[in-house]
Nanobody, 123 residues
Framework: VPLQAFGGGLVQPGGFLRPLCAASGFTFSPYGMGWFRQAPGKEREFVAACNWSGESTYYADSVKGRFTISRDNAKSTVFLQMNSLKPEDTAVYYC?????????????????WGQGTLVTVSS
C-alpha cells in the first residue's frame, strides 16, 4: 500500500491530534502531498496541501490558522497538526500524493490515496 494514514482518534472540542501518513514503494520527495476529509453524508473536501519541499502550503478556509501540514522527506512521511478541533472537523482524513511537485485543491490532481484515518471530535 503506497500510503498509510495513522493517528486519528477521539478528542474533545478544543483538543489536538497529529495524524501522519507514511509512504512506501515510490520516491516520495519530488511530489506534493495533500490531506482531504470526508464527513458522513458529505463529499470529500480539501483540507491542506504542500509542495515537494513543504515550504509552500495551502489550506481550506475552514482550517486555516488551526491546522498545519508538514513533511519529512527523509522518512517519507507527511503530517497534519490539528489544533483547536471542533465537532465539525469530525471526518475520515485521507492523505494523497499529488501528480506533480506542488499540492492542489482538486482531488483529481492526486494519483495515490491512503486508506483514511477517523477523527472524531466530541465531548
Amino acid at each position: 500500500v503506497p500510503l498509510q494514514a495513522f493517528g486519528g482518534g477521539l478528542v474533545q472540542p478544543g483538543g489536538f491530534l497529529r495524524p501522519l501518513c507514511a509512504a512506501s514503494g515510490f520516491t516520495f520527495s519530488p511530489y506534493g502531498m495533500g490531506w482531504f476529509r470526508q464527513a458522513p453524508g458529505k463529499e470529500r473536501e480539501f483540507v491542506a496541501a504542500c509542495n515537494w519541499s513543504g515550504e509552500s502550503t495551502y489550506y481550506a478556509d475552514s482550517v486555516k490558522g488551526r491546522f498545519t501540514i508538514s513533511r519529512d522527506n527523509a522518512k517519507s512521511t507527511v503530517f497534519l497538526q490539528m489544533n483547536s478541533l471542533k465537532p465539525e472537523d469530525t471526518a475520515v482524513y485521507y492523505c494523497a500524493k499529488s501528480g506533480g511537485v506542488t499540492g492542489f485543491v482538486e482531488p483529481s490532481r492526486y494519483d495515490f490515496w491512503g486508506q483514511g484515518t477517523l477523527v472524531t471530535v466530541s465531548s
